[in-house]
Structure formats: C-alpha cells, structure tokens
C-alpha cells in the first residue's frame, strides 16, 4: 500500500480508519494542486480494501475557505476552449474532473465523515455535501458566496443542496451569497449534528466506529437518528 | 440602476399583471376567493408575453384581497367536466402554464394568505418558493367531488411533502393549517398576516437585485436540472454553467486591469 504524496491534503491512517487532512493553513485554500492531490487521494481509497471509514477534516482552524478563486480563473481563460465567437465551446478537463472526484468520494462504500470546525465555504462546502455525514463544532460558518462575485457553485452544489435542503432554501443561500451558522445549517440538514468544538474530532471518529460495522449509504437516515440525534 | 416598472396593469381573464423594480407580479384577482375561472387562469401566449421582457428578474404570485385561491369554482369545475370533448384540451393548457412558471429561468415566489385551495394549491406547488401568512389554509378538496387534483399537484406534491402526506392531503380532502403546511414542507416561510406580500416581493428584491441575470439564470437551471436530470448529467451542467460564468468573469477581471494599466 502506498498513499500517493501530496502536499496541500494528508491522508492518514489510524487503524482501520482513514484521516483526510485538508492542509494548506491558515485557511486550507483549495488550489489547482489540492483538486489534483485530492483526486489522487480518493482513487486511492476506491482501491482499497481494508478500511472501514473516511474522516475529512481542515488543518488547524478552519475546513476550508474554498476555492483559491483568482487562479481558477486564469486557469479557466487560459485551458478552456472557445468559439469563434469567445464563446464556451468545451469545458476543461481539469474542471470536470473536480466534479468527478466529488462523485467518486460520494460512491465510496465505506461512511464518508466531514468535520467542519471553522469556515466551509464555496467549493469546500460543496465537497462535504458530498460526504455520507456531517458533523461541525459549534461556531462553524457555512456559505456558498460564489454568486457575488458573478459565478455560481459549481461542483454540484447547487443540485446537492436542493436535494438534502430543499429547492426554496438552495435558492435563497445561493443567490444570497451570504455565510450562515451552524444552527441554520442544521435547520437545513446541511450537518447532521452540532457538537462542542473541542470535541469535534473524538466524535467523529466514535460516530465513524458506530457506523462503519454494517454502513449501508441507504440507510444513511437510520443512522444519524440513532447515533447523531 | 433603478428598477423598471410596468405600472399599466393589464388584467385578462381575472389574473392581473404589472412589473415593479423589475418583478412581475402575477394577481389572482377574482375576488374573494379568487376562484380560477379556467385551469389556465392566464392563457399561455399572454404568459409567456408577459414573461419575455429581458429584465425581469422575479415572479411573484399573489391573490387579490384576503385570500390566494380558492381553485376552480364548482360549477366551473361541472361544466368543464360535461364537456367531455374539451376537457383534455382545456386541462392540458392549465398544465402548460403551471410548466412554464415552474420552468422559468428566474426565480417564482408565492406569496399566500388566506384560502389556497385546488388548482390554488397546485399553482403554489409550481412556484420556487412559498410563503404564507399565518391565517393560510391550504387543502385538495376535489376529492370530495369526486375527482383529484389535475394540473400536475398529485405529481408536485409528493416532492415536497413525500408520499404518504400526499396521500393524506389527496384522498382526505382536509384542510390543514399554515404550520402544518410548513411541517410537511408545502410552505418555506410563514410570516403575519399583513407582511405577506411585503416579504415575499423584499425577499425577490433581495435575492436577485445585485445579481446579473446569467448568474440567476444559471442558478434557476441547475434547480431544474436537479429536479429532472441524473445526478452525473446535473453536476456536468453545473460545471459547464460554471465555466462559462467564470470565463466571462476572467475576462472581465482582465478588462479591469487593462484599463488600470
């Protein structure tokens, strides 16, 4: 077993447990190298068969602020094909493959635990939409910001929030663009539980161990009533 | 800019229409119970008329006075019935308006107070957001004459409340209340009875006044997209509206520094 070497996001283990550490601090910005190391990392995990939970959390204080926003851009004008007219003509593979990841993370068969302490905002809200489970400490700040400055979610976000928030929420918090608590975000079923944030990291990993004995993505409601509730 | 507004008000068929600071707003406007004189209480050419201004940035939907709707009139309801040659037709056009509303590329709020009953309902149902006055009562009660909910409601419903509470509400007929309405999340957001339509027309003022239209375009179409397509072809779309909206912003950023430099 070798985990691919990377340099903005660790992968750890501990036992039969696996600890995705986003690492670029002081607000674990997700560069063009962290969607790449990231990826690397959850193939990584497809492949293996021997652990029995994922955890993903942010270095130090915070989740994540997102995406580094002013380099994606310039990436994106300078990879993304264009018609005669400077028109969309395709969309870069770099960028589909964000998306890709997202979903390969979401089809792991073994529970997929956010622990958002902090900001979790934009994209990196998006990737934890796209765990199994969300716990958060209290004070966490959640937003999905993009559309103030003229861009939207773009991960599936936007589809990920209206299927677990409802569409009337994922319009208002994504056109709004502002931050919320994490009150509201449990009021939304953006995280499954609020614990103290010192906390954060022993409960997820108890929570991990109760539900990675029999974890079936089906019963996902099942168990966050009975551990989470 | 300030917004633009349409003030002749054009009323056909007891549906009123004006645009104030770039939201149309849609009157039922049948007083008092604001009964829809035809399932397409505005016929599908005036809508989408009314619609195609290229600015508008939000519908809303309200009743005239102190009710949203009462749905069809019985007797309405009768003579549609009796016209059995009709009644596809006519009940096909009231779906086509419903569809256009809820496929509408800028964002639909409901703003009910009162009755919301019926085709009342399931014009609700097509909106994105409902909101409701605490006084709101809302129902299906076709049942009771023997017939169920016919522009889409029986298909809108379960997506909210699920199955089960469709079900109740359907084959019942009961009426229930603005919080239970919002427990099985028929409603978004109940507010007093005299904040109704200020709320709902600030919350579309604030929604979208400092958004471009592509952004709010594109946050309407990745709804739609969750709700009718996969969830691999809805992210790919999403990404794809994604792209272009920041290759426009890209470019824009780099106008700004050239003009700086």
């Known amino acids: 077993m070798k985990i691919p070497e990377c340099s903005t996001v660790q992968l750890v283990f501990d036992e039969d447990i696996g600890f995705l550490e986003l690492n670029s601090p002081p607000s674990n910005t997700m560069t063009l190298e962290f969607f790449r190391e990231f990826a690397s990392l959850i193939e990584f995990m497809r492949d ?148 103290p944030k010192k906390a954060l990291m022993t409960s997820a990993l108890a929570f991990a161990r109760e539900v990675m004995q029999d974890f079936k993505v089906e019963k996902r409601r099942l168990y966050i009533k009975k551990y989470l509730s | 800019m300030e917004g633009r507004n349409v003030n002749v008000m054009e009323t056909i068929n007891k549906t009123s229409w004006e645009i104030r600071n770039d939201i149309g707003i849609i009157t039922l406007d049948n007083p008092p119970e604001n009964y829809l004189v035809q399932p397409d209480f505005v016929h599908i050419e005036t809508l989408r008329k009314w619609t195609s201004y290229d600015y508008l940035k939000g519908i809303l939907i309200c009743g005239a006075g102190k009710h949203f709707s009462g749905g069809g009139k019985l007797e309405n309801l009768f003579r549609m019935i009796r016209d059995k040659e009709n009644i596809n037709e006519t009940i096909s056009k009231g779906k086509a308006v419903l569809e256009h509303l809820e496929n509408l590329d800028i964002p639909v709020v409901a703003a009910i107070q009162g009755i919301c009953f019926g085709g009342g309902l399931e014009v609700a149902l097509a909106s994105h957001i409902r909101i409701c006055s605490e006084n709101a009562l809302f129902a299906f009660p076709e049942i009771n004459q023997g017939v169920m909910p016919g522009l889409g409601g029986t298909l809108r419903c379960p997506g909210k409340a699920g199955f089960a509470k469709t079900i109740k509400l359907i084959l019942s007929g009961d009426m229930i209340n603005a919080e239970d309405a919002q427990e099985m999340n028929l409603v978004d957001f109940i507010v007093s009875k005299q904040k109704v339509f200020d709320y709902s027309f600030n919350l579309l003022q604030k929604l979208t006044k400092d958004r471009p239209l592509p952004v709010i375009n594109a946050v309407m179409k990745a709804l739609k997209n969750a709700r009718l397509l996969s969830i691999e072809d809805a992210m790919k779309e999403e990404t794809r509206m994604f792209c272009e909206l920041a290759l426009a912003e890209a470019k824009r950023r780099n106008g700004l520094q050239e003009n700086q430099a």
């Open chain 1, 48 to 195: 293996q068969q021997e652990f029995k939970a994922l955890i993903i959390s942010g270095h130090g204080r915070h989740f994540s602020a997102g995406a580094d926003v002013p380099v994606l851009l310039k990436e994106i004008l300078e990879k993304t094909e264009t018609d005669k007219d400077g028109r969309l003509a395709g969309v870069p593979e770099f960028l589909s493959n964000n998306y890709k990841s997202l979903l390969m993370l979401e089809s792991l068969n073994i529970p997929v635990i956010s622990a958002i302490r902090g900001v979790c905002l934009g994209s990196a809200l998006e990737l934890a939409l796209f765990s199994h489970f969300r716990l958060c400490g209290e004070e966490a700040v959640f937003g999905l910001p993009e559309a103030s400055f003229n861009l939207v979610p773009g991960l599936g976000g936007i589809y990920k929030l209206c299927c677990i928030s409802g569409q009337a929420t994922a319009l208002v918090r994504v056109l709004k663009g502002s931050t919320f608590t994490a009150e509201d975000a449990l009021k939304y079923n953006i995280v499954d539980k609020i614990v």
